[in-house]
T-cell receptor
């Protein structure tokens, strides 16, 4: 998607290891979000950011931390990955009150 | 708890038919209601959105109907096409809370030829 890149696209990791997912935007938007998508649960908000070093928790924040040291980068860290964190992770930027642009997602498997 | 409830979970419609997906919410502070469309392997994409001061919004074959008193809104896809086969999510947000969207669980739509 234009202006927003997620990396990696796929990752397999072992239980108990830390994992960092990266979201990069080129459009200088203030608001950025991390969601996870699971079958039967839709998209659930993990954390969001409203500026450099300004972040807040979402609905399912336990086990996750975020950092935003530059406007363009929003990092999601799984401090100690568990199998329940196997999911597809989407980053999004807010381009208007309802107009999110989503990244292409990161498929994370914790074994 | 799920702040936006969406139904049905899945839907099969014949080509040319009308697809209808319904959503309900409890929080009267919500003031923006978008719909997103997602194809396999892709991120969701904004389809159409409405504010509660409007009862209906139409964009091409897609229409949102909004009933503020019932706290319900729905997506109608007229003349459904096989290319409309995707997962659809309704959502709601409060504009002064960081625009964080609360999503429904999604509806998988299949339009048969």
């Amino acid at each position: 998607d234009a202006g927003i890149t997620q990396s990696p696209r796929h990752k397999v990791t072992e239980t108990g290891t830390p994992v960092t997912l990266r979201c990069h935007q080129t459009e200088n938007h203030r608001y950025m979000y991390w969601y996870r998508q699971d079958p039967g649960h839709g998209l659930r908000l993990i954390h969001y950011s409203y500026g450099v070093k300004d972040t807040d928790k979402g609905e399912v924040s336990d086990g996750y931390s975020v950092s935003r040291s530059k406007t363009e980068d929003f990092l999601l860290t799984l401090e100690s990955a568990t199998s329940s964190q196997t999911s597809v992770y989407f980053c999004a930027i807010s381009v208007s009150p309802a107009g999110y642009t989503f990244g292409s997602g990161t498929r994370l498997t914790v074994v | 708890q799920q702040q936006v409830k969406q139904s049905p979970q899945s839907l099969i419609v014949q080509k040319g038919g009308i697809s209808i997906i319904n959503c309900a919410y409890e929080n009267t502070a919500f003031d923006y209601f978008p719909w997103y469309q997602q194809f396999p392997g892709k991120g969701p994409a904004l389809l159409i959105a409405i504010r509660p001061d409007v009862s209906e919004k139409k964009e091409g074959r897609f229409t949102i109907s909004f009933n503020k008193s019932a706290k319900q809104f729905s997506l109608h896809i007229m003349d459904s096409q096989p290319g409309d086969s995707a997962t659809y999510f309704c959502a709601a947000s409060i504009e002064n809370s960081g625009y964080a969207l609360n999503f429904g669980k999604g509806t998988s739509l299949l339009v048969t030829p």
